[in-house]
């Protein structure tokens, strides 16, 4: 049984930073894409970063780049999503995502998706 469980949200405000953590239980493989997602009020979910579980490949949405760094920890199957110069545009729902390497910015290359963490940033 899969799951993955976010933690790590809160209220910071503007220029502040946090870090999102993803434990993933089950075992993760070479060929595994762990991604973070966000979905803000009244907007579409939007893919945020994913990397590549077996060559640690990253990739950034353009609006976090620079601002964003995604990283894991094999040993405790742990994806965590660093962020810095915190926007109040940043403000959303965070989910984690496991999926296959493909198209890792296309939520439907997922398959697991943990239940979210609330990150709020005010001005």
């Known amino acids: 049984q899969v799951q993955l469980v976010e933690s790590g949200g809160g209220l910071v405000q503007a220029g502040g930073s946090l870090r999102l953590s993803c434990a993933i239980s089950g075992r993760t493989f070479i060929g595994t894409a762990i991604a973070w997602f966000r979905q803000g009020p009244g907007k579409e979910r939007e893919f945020v970063a994913a990397i590549r579980w077996g060559g640690g490949g990253t990739f950034y949405a353009d609006s976090v780049k620079g601002r964003f760094t995604i990283s894991r920890d094999n040993a405790k199957n742990t994806v965590y999503l660093e962020m810095n110069t915190l926007k109040p545009e940043d403000t959303a729902a965070y989910y984690c995502?496991?999926?296959?390497?493909?198209?890792?910015?296309?939520?439907?290359?997922?398959?697991?998706w943990g239940q979210g963490t609330q990150v709020t940033v005010s001005s």
């Open positions: 995502a496991k999926g296959r390497v493909g198209t890792v910015t296309s939520g439907h290359n997922y398959d697991y």
